[in-house]
């Protein structure tokens, strides 16, 4: 699927099913709301009404079913009728399961997609994650014809009417953002540099009329960035710090979205074994998820200053690799002993989330990262685990998952129970905690933290997606449909100011009340 184009109209027109295969696919109670009118000039002279309406009664969906309706040409399939609180009402995850195994062959397809307008962006975004850009298969370069496919959106419910240009458009941002970030996870180090990765900044940059600022090499040690110099030293490709900046006119507020960009990760010195390590190539897909959304949000038009930071570092192995033991001055000015070169995503993070503060002056920081194995054990392969400052951002990203269908659940905060795991006798903290069975995914986000200070009065966000980043062996470009959803209301576009929770009620702690109130300007 790798050669194919995706397409989002408001009517993909009548085609005979035999030249252009279907997949109609949607909640079966949804389906049963589709009129016959509307589905048979894509299915006729093939499929009858009293075929249609047979294969409607023969779903069963538990979680999900589906039934040819001629051949291999036309299928129909049937999402969940109903989820559980901590899903997404859209049933992403599964749009992308049927389409991967139901979407019939052909280099000219269609779907269609019935669903309630508020589950249009996610079922949009879980139809891209069927699409991957990246393979080197032999076979895919011998084929010179350009596959489509098409989607339809058919709405029911409130608000069903013909789905509007504005939003076709942001779809196809949105969904170029999710592609790109899975093709940029799916690219191996031999490729997928930091070389490479600065190259696909530089694109974006280009696209947008940004021109990126980059700090690399010797010029991160002169400059104090401790972290990811550490960490990069060892490589071919020299590590670097790359930041792409919106800052329009009339802004309000300033944000920043600081991604680990680790291109590979060998663990350093304290090495992976050999089932551990195949895989590192997606230790990049926090800041390959930041650039995806960063150019869908431009595209979309952001209102707010917003700041893409990209820590970049591959951590290798060789004669001028970080030691256990090794003292590194962080750019927070703080000093980190190493006992574990493995723990590296949250030293480039700690640079990155202090630029932030310090030189680019965000009053939100959010970062994003493949930080921790545990995050899987924590919250499971499906939802990203938040860590936050602020009660009202964790409600928010729980509520802006279960709506973009990038699936969030909270981690404990608790610094003042946590952070003496980094104790250190000889620098301020050390780089890994002394007790791996205490929380090490929340340790692992303080550590962080810790870097602009846990009594920074701004917004910190702090998002791991080690396992979400990816579906087997496949990229998901988990991350984007997150950050466009969460920080929707910041947009000019009405779909996005839909799927974003903040300026609506959340659910906050009685004890975080006083801290969270200052913020409700910054949403």
């Known amino acids: 699927m790798a050669n194919v184009g995706l397409q989002f109209q408001a009517s993909a027109g009548d085609a005979d099913p035999q030249s252009r295969p279907l997949l109609l696919l949607g909640q079966l109670h949804h389906l049963h709301r589709v009129p016959w009118s509307h589905v048979r000039g894509k299915l006729q002279p093939r499929v009858t009404e009293e075929l249609w309406q047979a294969a409607l009664s023969t779903l069963n969906p538990n979680p999900t079913d589906s039934c040819p309706l001629y051949l291999n040409y036309a299928t129909v399939a049937a999402l969940p009728c109903r989820v559980s609180r901590h899903n997404s009402p859209s049933a992403a995850h599964f749009i992308t399961r049927l389409v991967r195994t139901c979407l019939p062959p052909g280099v000219h397809r269609c779907i269609v997609m019935v669903c ?3 589950e249009v962006f996610a079922s949009a975004c879980a139809l891209a994650r069927a699409f991957p850009l990246f393979t080197h298969r032999s076979g895919a370069s011998r084929r010179l014809e350009k596959k489509t496919v098409t989607v339809e959106f058919f709405l029911v419910g409130q608000d069903n009417g013909p789905v509007e240009v504005s939003t076709l ?28 990765f600065l190259e696909e900044i530089n694109k974006v940059g280009k696209e947008l009329g940004i021109v990126p600022t980059i700090i690399r090499d010797e010029e991160l040690k002169t400059r104090g960035f401790g972290g990811i110099y550490g960490v990069g030293k060892a490589a071919l490709h020299p590590p670097a710090l790359a930041v792409l900046s919106h800052t329009p006119d009339g802004a309000t507020q300033t944000i920043a979205w600081v991604g680990k960009g680790i291109v590979y990760d060998t663990g350093g010195l304290s090495i992976k074994g050999k089932t551990t390590m195949p ?16 150019r869908a949000a431009i595209k979309q038009g952001f209102k707010d200053n917003l700041h893409a930071v990209f820590c970049l570092a591959e951590n290798s192995v060789g004669p001028n690799a970080t030691r256990p033991d090794d003292i590194h001055l962080l750019y927070s000015g703080k000093t980190v002993e190493i006992n574990n070169t493995d723990a590296e995503g949250r030293l480039v993070l700690a640079d990155g989330v ?20 545990a995050q899987g054990i924590a919250t499971g392969k499906y939802h990203a685990a938040v860590l936050t ?21 909270p981690l404990v905060y608790c610094p003042e129970l946590h952070f003496s795991e980094f104790t250190s006798a000889v620098a301020d903290m050390k780089n890994s905690v002394a007790d791996r069975d205490n929380s090490p995914s929340s340790c692992a986000g303080l550590f962080i933290a810790s870097h602009i200070g846990f009594d920074w009065p701004g917004v910190w966000v702090h998002l791991d997606i080690a396992a979400p980043v990816h579906a087997g062996e496949r990229a ?28 609506c009620e959340v659910d906050v702690e009685e004890g975080d009340m006083g801290r969270d109130s200052k913020r409700r300007r910054l949403v």
């Open 389 to 409: 400052n602020s009660a009202e951002w964790e409600a928010a990203c729980v509520k802006a998952g279960r709506k973009c269908g990038d699936l969030v659940h």
């Open 116 to 118: 309630e307008q508020p």
């Open 279 to 294: 895989g590192m190539k997606r230790d990049c897909g926090g800041a390959a998820a930041v650039l995806g959304a960063f």
């Open 169 to 196: 458009q942001c779809l196809a941002n949105a969904t170029e953002g999710v592609r790109l970030a899975a093709r940029i996870v799916d690219t191996p180090c031999n490729e997928m540099n930091t070389d490479t």
């Open 354 to 373: 202090s630029y932030a503060c310090k030189d680019l002056g965000a009053d939100i920081i959010l970062d994003m990262a493949t930080l921790t194995g």
């Open 476 to 503: 998901t470009g988990f991350g984007v449909a997150l950050l466009l959803a969460l920080f929707g209301r910041a947009s000019e576009d009405h779909l996005l100011n839909l799927v974003s929770p903040l300026g």
